[in-house]
């Protein structure tokens, strides 16, 4: 299984607080990304890291922001939690010689009251 | 936008037996994946096709990249308890290289 763990694996917070979920790997692959996955939607990919200090967003960022410093650490960053973006978040990363191979973590389940 | 159909969404085998999902879009992939979730999991990459008309097994799983390239299929053989799970099969969109994923196709073995 490819090395990586995410931080904290379940949480529960208020309204408008701020919330930070951790993926760290130890793979050293290049990619990082974050997803949200919903019923009936499916896996929606939130933002995504192409390297340290390099990240974009992908299809359903607002509300979320991130931050890469290091290789290893891929942070998501929801400002001010809304009910709304009560989910499961899932890490993944790839690197650039299977760049479409994806390995993810085990998830963060969130619930926001 | 491209997106990923799975069929079945849900289906109900017995012990032993084989199984068969399929994956289809309107438009063409240059790669498949597949992935297995097990409840409580992130999903786990069991295939990679990169080819059409590509026949790649791992175990008990083949899997097939369409030789259309819009289609893709995954068999399992003599099914046991831990198939259960969800599958999803993935591609590279072809506007900005992003996975997508399909729904899923839940599988579910009777005792």
């Known amino acids: 299984d490819a090395g990586i763990t995410q931080s904290p694996r379940h949480k529960v917070t208020e309204t408008g607080t701020p919330v930070t979920l951790r993926c760290h790997q130890t793979?050293?692959?290049?990619?990082m990304y974050w997803y949200r996955q919903d019923p009936g939607h499916g896996l929606r990919l939130i933002h995504y890291?192409?390297?340290?200090?390099?990240?974009d967003k992908g299809e359903v960022s607002d509300g979320y922001s991130v931050s890469r410093s290091k290789t290893e650490d891929f942070l998501l960053t929801l400002e001010s939690a809304t009910s709304s973006q009560t989910s499961v978040y899932f890490c993944?990363?790839?690197?650039?010689?299977?760049?479409?191979?994806?390995?993810f973590g085990p998830g963060t389940r969130l619930t926001v009251t | 936008g491209q997106q990923l159909n799975q069929s079945p969404q849900s289906m109900f085998i017995q012990e032993g037996e084989d199984v068969s999902m399929n994956c289809t879009s309107s438009s063409i992939f240059n790669t498949w994946l597949w992935y297995k979730q097990d409840p409580g999991e992130g999903p786990v990459l069991l295939i990679a096709?990169?080819?059409?008309?590509e026949l790649t097994s791992n175990g008990r799983l083949t899997a097939q990249f369409g030789i259309t390239r819009k289609d893709s299929f995954l068999n399992i053989s003599a099914s046991i308890p831990s198939d259960v799970g969800i599958y999803f099969c993935?591609?590279?969109?072809?506007?900005?290289?992003?996975?997508?994923f399909g729904k899923g196709t839940r599988l579910h073995i009777l005792p």
């Open positions: 993935a591609g590279p969109s072809n506007r900005d290289d992003k996975i997508i």
């Open positions: 096709l990169y080819k059409a008309g």
């Open positions: 993944a990363i790839s690197d650039l010689l299977a760049f479409y191979e994806q390995y």
């Open positions: 793979e050293n692959h290049r990619y």
């Open positions: 890291s192409y390297g340290v200090k390099d990240t």
